[in-house]
């Protein structure tokens, strides 16, 4: 028996990921399977002496 796209029970759909996404964020990515797609971004932060988070 097939799912829907004539995939196998244990098949996932294709996962596909696009780097740079975003233009002025660095570190952001376009995260698509199937017709789902997810926009994840990053930030790095730098720690400086005798502060916290």
Known sequence: ???SFN???DQIRPI???R???KYS???VLI???DTKSTVC???ACRREG???
């Open 1 to 3: 028996m097939l799912r």
């Open 7 to 9: 995939r196998k029970y």
């Open 16 to 18: 596909t990921v696009t």
């Open 20 to 22: 740079n996404y975003i």
């Open 26 to 28: 660095e570190g952001s």
């Open 32 to 34: 698509e399977m199937g």
């Open 42 to 44: 990053t930030r790095q």
């Open 51 to 53: 502060t916290s988070f």
